[in-house]
C-alpha cells in the first residue's frame, strides 16, 4: 500500500524511527559508553598495565578508596572549591556583560542586529588556543593592556601604594579574565533570543500606568528574562568548571583547577582510578544542576499552562 500523496518522506516509518534513533545511539556510543568505562575504572585499583582497559575491576571486587580521597586530600577539596568559585565569578560577570549587552541588542533595528550578533559569534571563527595565546601576550608585564591597567591602578591608590606593572599571569585573576571573554558569547545568545520574544507593549502599559524605566525593568522585563539567564549561566559554569586549557596557560599550578587535577592524575601521576573518580564526582555535580533547572523549568510551565 502506498502512502498518501500528502506525506512526507519523514512520515515514513522506517525513516522516522532511523532519525529519531540516530542521536540516541550517537549518545550511547559516545557519551554513556565512555561514561560507564570511567566509572568502572574509578572502581578499580591503580595497575601497571596500559590502560584504560587494565584499570576495569574484576567484579564484583570494587574499590571505593578513590571516592573517599575526594572527601579527605586536600588536594580534591581545594580544586573543587576553586573551580566553583572561579567559575562563579566567571558566570556573574558575563551576567553583568552580557545582559545589558543582549538587552541593546533587542532594541535596534533588524540589519543591526544581524551585524551585533555576527560580532558576537566572530570570535568563535578563531581558534580556542590562539585567543588565548593573546591573552598571554596582553597580561605581560610590558604590554600595552598591563601599562594601561597599572596606570589606572595607580590613579586609584595613593602614591606610596604605586607599581610598575601588575602582576597578571599565573594567578586566578588571570584565569577569570579569559574565561569571562572565552564564555561571553554562551551568556549573550540564550539571553538574547529570551528578550528578542518579550512583548515590547507590556513596557508600554507598565509606563502609561506611572512606572519608571527602572521600575519596568525590575517588575517587567527582569522576571520574564530568568529563563534566558539560567540558560547563560549554566552554559558558562558548566564548562568553567571543568575548564582545562585557560587554567594550564595562564593559571597558578600551586592553586589548581579541577580539570588540571584530572588530567595530571591521567597523564603524570598515571592514576587512572583516581582520575575517573575526580571526573564522575564533577560530571555528577555539574549534571544535578542541568536536572534540577530541568524539574523546575517543567513544573513552571505546567503551571503556566494550568493558569486560567
Given at each position: 500500500?502506498?502512502?498518501?500523496?500528502?506525506?512526507?518522506?519523514?512520515?515514513?516509518?522506517?525513516?522516522?524511527?532511523?532519525?529519531?534513533?540516530?542521536?540516541?545511539?550517537?549518545?550511547?556510543?559516545?557519551?554513556?559508553?565512555?561514561?560507564?568505562?570511567?566509572?568502572?575504572?574509578?572502581?578499580?585499583?591503580?595497575?601497571?598495565?596500559?590502560?584504560?582497559?587494565?584499570?576495569?575491576?574484576?567484579?564484583?571486587?570494587?574499590?571505593?578508596?578513590?571516592?573517599?580521597?575526594?572527601?579527605?586530600?586536600?588536594?580534591?577539596?581545594r580544586?573543587?572549591?576553586?573551580?566553583?568559585?572561579?567559575?562563579?565569578?566567571?558566570?556573574?560577570?558575563?551576567?553583568?556583560?552580557?545582559?545589558?549587552?543582549?538587552?541593546?541588542?533587542?532594541?535596534?533595528?533588524?540589519?543591526?542586529?544581524?551585524?551585533?550578533?555576527?560580532?558576537?559569534?566572530?570570535?568563535?571563527?578563531?581558534?580556542?588556543?590562539?585567543?588565548?595565546?593573546?591573552?598571554?601576550?596582553?597580561?605581560?608585564?610590558?604590554?600595552?593592556?598591563?601599562?594601561a591597567?597599572t596606570?589606572?591602578?595607580?590613579?586609584?591608590?595613593?602614591?606610596?601604594?604605586?607599581?610598575?606593572?601588575?602582576?597578571?599571569?599565573?594567578?586566578?585573576?588571570?584565569?577569570?579574565?579569559?574565561?569571562?571573554?572565552?564564555?561571553?558569547?554562551?551568556?549573550?545568545?540564550?539571553?538574547?533570543?529570551?528578550?528578542?520574544?518579550?512583548?515590547?507593549?507590556?513596557?508600554?502599559?507598565?509606563?502609561?500606568?506611572?512606572?519608571?524605566?527602572?521600575?519596568?525593568?525590575?517588575?517587567?522585563?527582569?522576571?520574564?528574562?530568568?529563563?534566558?539567564?539560567?540558560?547563560?549561566?549554566?552554559?558558562?559554569?558548566?564548562p568553567?568548571?571543568?575548564?582545562?586549557?585557560?587554567p594550564?596557560?595562564?593559571?597558578?599550578?600551586?592553586?589548581?583547577?579541577?580539570?588540571?587535577?584530572?588530567?595530571?592524575?591521567?597523564?603524570?601521576?598515571q592514576?587512572?582510578?583516581?582520575?575517573?573518580?575526580?571526573?564522575?564526582?564533577?560530571?555528577?555535580?555539574?549534571?544535578?544542576?542541568?536536572?534540577?533547572?530541568?524539574?523546575?523549568?517543567?513544573?513552571?510551565?505546567?503551571?503556566?499552562?494550568?493558569?486560567?
Amino acid at each position: 500500500m502506498t502512502a498518501p500523496a500528502h506525506q512526507g518522506w519523514f512520515d515514513r516509518r522506517g525513516w522516522r524511527d532511523f532519525i529519531i534513533a540516530a542521536p540516541y545511539a550517537w549518545l550511547v556510543a559516545f557519551f554513556l559508553a565512555p561514561f560507564v568505562i570511567v566509572v568502572a575504572m574509578s572502581l578499580a585499583r591503580t595497575a601497571t598495565q596500559s590502560p584504560p582497559f587494565a584499570y576495569l575491576p574484576q567484579w564484583p571486587y570494587v574499590r571505593l578508596d578513590s571516592y573517599g580521597r575526594l572527601f579527605t586530600d586536600t588536594l580534591y577539596i581545594r580544586s573543587y572549591l576553586v573551580s566553583i568559585r572561579n567559575a562563579a565569578i566567571a558566570t556573574g560577570l558575563c551576567l553583568l556583560i552580557g545582559y545589558p549587552m543582549a538587552l541593546g541588542m533587542t532594541r535596534v533595528s533588524r540589519s543591526t542586529q544581524r551585524l551585533l550578533l555576527m560580532l558576537v559569534i566572530l570570535p568563535f571563527w578563531t581558534s580556542f588556543l590562539l585567543r588565548v595565546y593573546a591573552w598571554i601576550g596582553l597580561m605581560g608585564t610590558n604590554s600595552w593592556f598591563n601599562r594601561a591597567a597599572t596606570a589606572i591602578y595607580n590613579a586609584l591608590v595613593p602614591a606610596d601604594w604605586a607599581i610598575t606593572s601588575l602582576h597578571m599571569m599565573n594567578t586566578n585573576f588571570a584565569v577569570v579574565l579569559v574565561m569571562v571573554y572565552s564564555y561571553l558569547p554562551f551568556m549573550i545568545l540564550p539571553l538574547y533570543a529570551n528578550l528578542e520574544k518579550l512583548d515590547l507593549n507590556l513596557n508600554e502599559a507598565a509606563l502609561d500606568l506611572g512606572s519608571r524605566p527602572w521600575q519596568v525593568f525590575k517588575d517587567v522585563t527582569l522576571p520574564l528574562s530568568v529563563p534566558g539567564i539560567i540558560a547563560g549561566g549554566l552554559l558558562v559554569f558548566i564548562p568553567a568548571s571543568g575548564e582545562l586549557i585557560i587554567p594550564s596557560l595562564v593559571g597558578n599550578a600551586a592553586d589548581p583547577m579541577i580539570g588540571r587535577v584530572i588530567s595530571d592524575q591521567f597523564s603524570i601521576a598515571q592514576d587512572w582510578p583516581m582520575a575517573s573518580a575526580v571526573a564522575v564526582a564533577l560530571l555528577v555535580l555539574l549534571v544535578v544542576q542541568t536536572v534540577l533547572y530541568s524539574y523546575f523549568d517543567a513544573r513552571a510551565r505546567a503551571g503556566a499552562e494550568q493558569a486560567p
